[in-house]
């Protein structure tokens, strides 16, 4: 199943990733780094379609982006950037992350988190900081085309 995944968006965790285990599926994450921030790309609310996102309002970005420095804090300890740590996470999860990237020191940045083994408490402290993230993944309308609304 491909479906949107992140730190920032674990609607999956409590329906289709157990639903998955059972039946032997995966899932294959797209918008890993949660439409960049959690790859330090943004420090004000976006001026483009993202604008709409609700993690990245005004209203949200200050609170998510105190989440992304301890993120990382967290991956500088480990020698690695914050988006390297993410897709390490979702990768323990078992899930299969498909960052998307133009530039290609991005996508050889991005390769390195195959390399980065998370103890279950660091895995834990992540979910946990993930938990904390204000504002859904999209706006209304586009939640309500997600698998959820049919749910």
Same mark, same amino acid.
């Given at each position: ?86 897709? &390490? ?15 290609? &020191? ?10 980065? &083994? ?34």
């Amino acid at each position: 199943v491909q479906q949107e995944s992140s730190l920032f968006a674990r609607h999956l965790e409590q329906t289709l990733v157990p639903t998955c285990k059972e039946l032997g599926g995966g899932i294959v994450a797209y918008s890993p780094v949660a439409r960049g921030i959690l790859a330090s790309a943004h420090d004000a609310t976006p001026e483009d379609w993202r604008a709409s996102i609700p993690y990245l309002s005004a209203d949200n970005l200050a609170d998510n982006l105190s989440l992304v420095e301890k993120v990382k804090a967290m991956a500088a300890a480990k020698g690695a950037t914050e988006a390297q740590l993410c897709l &390490a996470w979702l990768t323990a999860q078992g899930a299969v992350p498909i960052p998307g990237t133009t530039k290609q &020191a991005h996508a050889e940045e991005n390769m390195k988190a195959a390399a980065i &083994a998370l103890s279950e408490e660091e895995a834990k402290t992540l979910a946990d900081l993930g938990a904390q993230v204000k504002g859904e993944r999209g706006s209304e309308s586009y939640m309500q085309m997600s698998f959820q609304a049919n749910s």
